[in-house]
């Protein structure tokens, strides 16, 4: 019997991508106290997909950056999915004035990666529920599955829904860096043992 669209790996994770989106824009603070408005990209699967090198560009680096990582991949299948996003800034000199020496952009854009998932949307409804699309017969534009298809976001380890599962930061090759590791669970994996011909 054929997988349900909402237990599919593509949906999955492309769901969850979309809810990521490809680039943030968030506002912080430069080292000479002037407000600042970033746009970071995003990087899905890194470092496999980093055809532009973010990390070492060859052109004008970004000022700030997230990379995604699919550590496991158990969602859909009765289990947990974990997905690690990193937030980057680049340290830069003293007097570079796109440096980030003191790591507060790197702190402002993982907690724009925060919010993305916690706490509620306008219409009341949980931002750590994540609704899954079909991608399957047209990938440039997918299909809402409906009520009841949705990943959950952090629900599964005692922490708070949308909340990350760890935030661990260091230094590295001229970066700061923090990484946000998620949990992510199909709804029905998450209330129910499923057998998929019921589904």
Known sequence: MARPAHYRSANIRLSFHRALGSTLSFSSVGQDGAAVAIEAPVSFDSPWDEEDGIRAPEGTPDRAFATLTWVDEL????????????AWTRIGAPTDAEADPYGIICDDLADEIEDLFAGRRADGTMKSWVPIYD?????????????????????????????PQSRRRWKAAGLHRIALVYTVQVITDAVRLHDYADS
Do not use: F, M
């Open 75 to 86: 969602a859909g299948r009765g289990g947990t999915s974990i997905v690690q996003i990193d």
């Open 135 to 163: 991608y399957s017969s047209n990938p440039a534009d997918p299909t809402l599955l409906g009520e009841g298809k949705c990943l959950l976001i952090g629900h599964d380890l005692g922490n708070a829904p949308g909340q």
